[in-house]
């Protein structure tokens, strides 16, 4: 390393923030596009589980609350990817990128939604499951992703509450109602342990060495289960995991995620990612010619 | 005497997704300074951002927020919309432009500030 | 289901119900781009119009749902099929065809204008609020339109599709084969699960 570059590690660790026009070292360049970009990613295939239930909300409410998120999502998108665009990478490239199976969203987008069920608990606990890792990056060394991520998390509490109150309606409901709950925190509890990703030392990863995050991995899954399990319990659902307890100095024990299972889906092999990048790939194509008469106008 | 508070809201747009949650919010703070409460939603054109109050346009910018413009100076019209007369929020530069008419609530039009790079939420003129 | 309260409609609600209901459909048939419009931009746009149109038609069911003895979700979602009174145009299916939705969005909104202007102008000091409240907010959908339009209109398939489209704006009566199935899927969760709240 260059002494220009310790001295930038010692800025940015010492809490320093950096702005787009600023200096930066080429490995923090490209940590914080391959980070950022993926955040991106994930917010945009987070629509797709979503989407299809849209058509069926059962009230009034519940249908623009749904749409409004969905849209949310998409918006998150569009400033997440104006900023890895800033960053040297354009918004197109990374549509391509993602479309190809080149780069990576979250897991938890990988999976099907079954029931309405599946819709509360989306928008209730894999929110909340992000909205922890992203309160981290209000603290994010690079300060137009930190800006965002203020009016990230602002939006992402909105959807935890209109998560929280479909799972209590339907919880509140027939037994038939509360099943559907059931079932869907059962099939989510494995990929919504797994969403913090691996326990590795905070120390040890390049992430939080740049000050990309502001905290381990393991630290958000603690975090998760702290606010979360609680309340699970507290609506009379239980949680399929026998191990699960709070020890008395405060720390959560859980069987270990199947961190095979993970890797698995992250690098594109679970159960519905062929099928949703396909989407994508068909109605990107259907909708080219569109961009083809647009874009001297929108670029 | 009577404890009952009476409170009329106006939302900014009628598919506002967030109006359960406002209503319900203002119910509960209201009945934990001990009254009673009636909120009534208003469906008419009664309400115009023009009386969100200074105090409240700054509240908005401080968020990052910028605030709507007048009806009157015509606000809602797309000449203006595309104009210059938008300020970032960050870094009061009018170099901005609109990026889409559309944000991410009904409420509010996407801008972008070309001098501090930073993407910006307009409230749109009601 | 409140179909047999509905064979008899107020004559407040006689006008206001077939415009509750275009932009109850329109607005579901709307919300299908999000996530996959052309441009991120335009999935944020039709889920925006989308949430404004279903905004705009619960606003008017609120209104006549009272007189009716019933509430703007059930007239939403539990009349049988045939008593919806919106127009075929509105039921049409058009993802993942742009121009032709852009094209009724165009109509729309130029046909919508006129139907509002008059409700603006109507004695009913309710209906005529509710109606200059809907007006200022289709300021947005026009603006969106009139740039699309323009975008487009040297395109050979958005002129077609205007053509194709244009006869069937002021059409009402039989509903299309596809009504049918965007009733089942709309009403496929509350359906499932009979007497319960969602």
Redesign the interface.
């Known amino acids: 390393m260059s002494a220009r570059e310790d001295e930038f590690l010692e800025y940015v660790q010492s809490g320093g923030q950096v702005e787009t026009t600023d200096w930066m070292p080429d490995d923090y360049r490209a940590k914080l596009i391959k980070f950022i970009e993926m955040h991106g990613n994930s917010e945009?295939m987070g629509?797709?589980p979503e989407?299809e239930?849209?058509?069926?909300?059962?009230?009034?409410q519940?249908?623009?609350a749904l749409?409004?998120k969905?849209?949310d999502e998409?918006?998150h998108?569009?400033l997440i990817?104006r900023v890895v665009s800033d960053l040297g990478k354009p918004?197109e490239h990374c549509l391509d990128d993602l479309i190809s199976g080149k780069s990576k969203f979250h897991n938890v987008f990988h999976y099907p939604t079954k029931t309405?069920g599946d819709v509360g608990v989306i928008a209730w606990l894999v929110d909340a499951a992000a909205i922890i890792s992203q309160k981290a990056l209000l603290k994010c060394s690079y300060a137009p992703y930190a800006r965002i991520m203020k009016k990230i998390c602002w939006e992402e509490s909105f959807h935890i509450l209109h998560g929280r109150d479909?799972i209590l309606?339907?919880m509140?409901?027939?037994d038939?109602?509360r099943e559907l709950v059931q079932e869907a925190l059962d099939r989510w509890w494995g990929p919504l342990m797994q969403f913090h990703g691996n326990p590795i030392p905070a120390e040890d990863d390049p992430m939080y060495i740049w000050r990309i995050k502001s905290q381990g991995n393991g630290e958000a899954r603690q975090q998760f289960l702290d606010g979360y399990v609680p309340q699970i319990w507290e609506l009379g659902l239980t949680v399929s995991d026998p191990k699960l307890r709070k020890n008395d100095d405060g720390v959560w024990e859980f069987s270990e995620p199947d961190w095979d299972e993970l890797k698995h889906v992250v690098t594109g092999h679970g159960p519905k990612t062929e099928e949703r990048l396909g989407?994508?790939r068909t109605?990107r194509g259907?909708?080219e010619?569109?961009?083809r008469?647009?874009l001297p106008?929108?670029a | 005497m009577d404890s009952r508070v009476h409170v009329e809201f106006t939302?900014s747009?009628?598919?506002?997704?967030a109006l359960e949650v406002m209503r319900d919010q203002m119910a509960s703070r209201i009945r934990e300074l001990g009254a009673e409460p009636e909120v009534e939603v208003v469906?008419?054109?009664?309400w115009s951002t023009d009386r969100i109050t200074p105090e409240g346009r700054e509240k908005l910018r401080e968020s990052g927020f910028a605030p709507p413009a007048p009806r009157e100076a015509g606000g809602?019209?797309?000449v203006q919309?595309q104009s210059k007369a938008f300020k970032c929020p960050y870094c009061g530069s009018t170099e901005t432009r609109l990026?889409?008419?559309?944000?991410?609530?009904?409420c509010r039009s996407?801008r972008y500030c070309a001098s501090c790079r930073q993407p910006f939420e307009q409230f749109?003129t009601? | 289901m409140v179909s047999t309260v509905l064979r008899r409609v107020s004559a407040r609600a006689e006008p206001l119900l077939p415009i509750a209901d275009d932009e109850l459909i329109l607005g579901?048939r709307n919300?299908?781009w999000?996530?996959?419009?052309?441009?991120?931009?335009e999935?944020?746009?039709f889920?925006?119009?989308?949430?404004?149109?279903?905004?705009?038609?619960?606003?008017i069911?609120?209104?006549v749902a009272e007189e009716l003895g019933t509430t703007?979700?059930e007239l939403?979602?539990d009349r049988k099929p045939e008593d919806y009174r919106c127009s075929p145009f509105v039921e049409l299916r058009l993802v993942?065809d742009?121009a032709k939705t852009i094209a009724r969005h165009c109509l729309y909104e130029d046909a919508d204008q006129r139907r509002i202007q008059e409700l603006i102008e109507a004695d009913d000091p309710?209906v005529a609020?509710?109606a200059?409240?809907?007006?200022?907010?289709e300021?947005?959908h026009r603006?969106?339109a009139?740039?699309w339009f323009e975008?487009?209109e040297d395109?050979p398939q958005f002129q077609e599709a205007l053509e194709e489209l244009r006869p069937l704006v002021d059409q009402r009566g039989e509903h299309l084969p596809e009504f049918e199935h965007?009733w089942q899927?709309?009403t496929?969760?509350?359906r499932?699960?009979a007497?319960?709240?969602?």
């Open positions: 945009l629509v797709l989407r239930w849209i058509l069926r909300a059962p009230t009034l519940r249908k623009l749409t409004a969905v849209q998409v918006g998108s569009q990817y918004r309405w479909v309606t339907m509140n409901g027939t038939a109602q989407l994508r109605t259907e909708t010619w569109v961009r008469v647009v106008e929108a | 939302p747009f009628l598919g506002c997704p469906l008419d054109d009664s809602s019209q797309l919309l990026e889409n008419i559309f944000g991410p609530t009904p996407l749109k009601i | 579901w919300s299908e999000t996530g996959i419009a052309p441009f991120l931009e999935d944020v746009a889920s925006s119009i989308a949430q404004n149109e279903i905004g705009h038609a619960r606003a069911y609120q209104l703007a979700d939403a979602f993942p742009w309710e609020g509710l200059a409240k809907i007006d200022r907010e300021v947005y603006m969106h009139q740039m975008r487009l395109e965007l899927e709309m496929e969760v509350r499932s699960v007497g319960a709240t969602w």
